[in-house]
């Protein structure tokens, strides 16, 4: 899949964040969790794909089958402020 460069930003941008499980990505994307992280290696720099890939490997927050149930939010309430 080709994505602007905006949307590869905020495909990023969602994947680098914690609370942000791949499903949410899946979703609105049509990237599965793996094509995410083709899509991370090919956009990242080595180094930052390696911490990348340090931080969210084995995260339950990442997917929402492994979360615990009273988490139902995929991101924080002041994440998305108003100007």
Do not use: N
Not at 25 to 31: A, N, P, S
Request: net charge positive; aromatic share 10%.
């Amino acid at each position: 899949m080709h994505f602007s460069d905006e949307d590869t930003s905020r495909i990023i941008e969602m994947a680098w964040e914690d609370r942000t499980p791949f499903e949410a990505i899946e979703g609105l994307y049509g990237l599965s969790e793996s094509e995410v992280i083709t899509l991370m290696r090919r956009e990242l720099k080595r180094s930052s794909f390696k911490l990348w890939r340090k931080r969210v490997s084995g995260r339950a927050t990442k997917h929402l089958k492994l979360r615990h149930p009273d988490i139902s939010r995929g991101y924080c309430p002041t994440q998305y402020k108003q100007r």
